[in-house]
Structures are given as structure tokens and as C-alpha cells.
Nanobody, 130 residues
């Protein structure tokens, strides 16, 4: 079992920044990817960013590339998402998730798709006003 707890959500005006953090505990060695996903009301959950925990490779959705940065602190078992230049369309519930993704699925479709992620946090709300 892996437990994930998000923090850092809140409300901000367009153009502002927020930093989300996710603390992982439990059998974290069983997961090789940590990701951030978001879900807005009436929309499907979408992958925002993910990081390969053993090597640091990162993946980003096109909609956030250049604005969001995912990083990890292995000593603290945390993964963070720095979000800059936030826009109203970034408003959503943000979730941290963990997965053990096989090598042959290390591509955008699978790494930023929610299907292979079997551990999820409770989510943290991000609201961006115009």
C-alpha cells in the first residue's frame, strides 16, 4: 500500500502561482512513477505531469508545458508541482498518484493516462479567478 497526501491548493488570480506537494508513505518502492492529475467539474480526469522516480525523467501535458514543473525530493518522499502563470482553465481538483509502469509503456499516453495509477491521494482544490 502507498499513501499519498496532497497539500498546497488554494485560490489565486490569473497569472499567479501555486505549489502543490504530495507526501508519499508506505511501500513507495513498488511505484516507479508519481504523477499529478486534475479533474474539473464535468470533465474527465487528465494527466498534468509525471516523474520517473528512479531517474527523474519528466512528462508534461501540452497545456501546462513551460508553466508547470514537477520535481521530487527522495529524502522526504515528496513530489511537488510548481504552477506558474495560472489561468482560469487550470481550475480543478488536483490529485497525486503513484504507479508501477512497465518499461514498454514509458510514453505520454500511458504515463499521463490515469489507467495504470493504482494509488491516489484525496486531492487538493486549485481555483484560478480571472
Amino acid at each position: 500500500q502507498v499513501q499519498l497526501v496532497e497539500s498546497g491548493g488554494g485560490s489565486v488570480q490569473a497569472g499567479g502561482s501555486l505549489r502543490l506537494s504530495c507526501a508519499a508513505s508506505g511501500y513507495t518502492y513498488s511505484s516507479n512513477y508519481l504523477g499529478w492529475f486534475r479533474q474539473a467539474p464535468g470533465k474527465e480526469r487528465e494527466g498534468v505531469a509525471a516523474i520517473y522516480t528512479s531517474g527523474g525523467s519528466t512528462y508534461y501535458a501540452d497545456s501546462v508545458k513551460g508553466r508547470f514543473t514537477i520535481s521530487q525530493d527522495n529524502a522526504k518522499n515528496t513530489v511537488s508541482l510548481q504552477m506558474n502563470s495560472l489561468q482560469p482553465e487550470d481550475t480543478a481538483m488536483y490529485y497525486c498518484a503513484a504507479a508501477n509502469i512497465p518499461t514498454w509503456k514509458w510514453n505520454m499516453r500511458w504515463v499521463l493516462g490515469p489507467r495504470l495509477y493504482n494509488y491516489w491521494g484525496q486531492g487538493t482544490q486549485v481555483t484560478v479567478s480571472s
